[in-house]
């Protein structure tokens, strides 16, 4: 690990999602193991895994700064709600959503916004006045959507991340942000905010969406 540079996964789904297969203790294991040091577990429409992973990071002296998040259903598409303190409820309106992040002092980032297949925003992107960041390169996502999101950041001069949305281990360190090196939350958002950030990685092979689905489909049915 290149000492001047920390690596961040700012998306990523635990077992707190019902599509996610990924145990809070073996998750954070394999991301100390990938050298990324600041994660956000940003759980679908809950927070409820925060704590226990918290405690679980405590416990095992892991070197891991864990920001709190949430990846947000909107009746439109999806946000992500970064260094929350309160669950944010889902299937309110874009505007609702964001006002809501905003009375907290949360951070707004716009997850996946060109995958249509994904929930995400698309053509609603400009309603968001100046979103906190743009994830150009989600690594479930396909290269084309990924490659609109990156065109449309640097459109709008905002600041771009790069994640792994990972909700299997096979996942973990498929994509990542890199930054300066900084050991607080605060540097690291100010690092978002201010753009020194480099997007690493690739995306995920296809198949990795097969285990999602057949996560949902067993949670139907069970």
Known sequence: ????????????????????SMELKEMLRLYVKKNISVLAITDHNTIAGLSKARKIIKQ????????????????????????LNEEIKKNMTLEETIDAIKDQGA????????????KGLVWNIDRIEMPFAIETLNARSFGLFNHFSK???????????????????????????QMPYSTTKEDILRNIEKKKTICCGKTSPWWVHCFTSYRNIKNRIF
């Open 1 to 20: 690990m290149n000492e001047k540079y920390i690596y961040c996964d700012f998306h990523s789904h635990s077992v707190y999602s019902n599509d996610s």
């Open 60 to 83: 095992n002296k892991m070197p891991l700064m864990l920001i709190n998040g949430e990846e947000i259903k909107t009746k439109i598409g999806e946000v992500i709600a970064l260094d």
């Open 107 to 118: 951070k707004c980032i716009v997850p996946h916004p060109y995958d249509f297949y994904r």
């Open 151 to 177: 065109k449309y950041a640097i459109q709008n001069n905002l600041a771009q991340i790069a994640s792994s949305d990972a909700h299997t281990y096979r996942e973990i360190g498929s994509a990542y942000t």
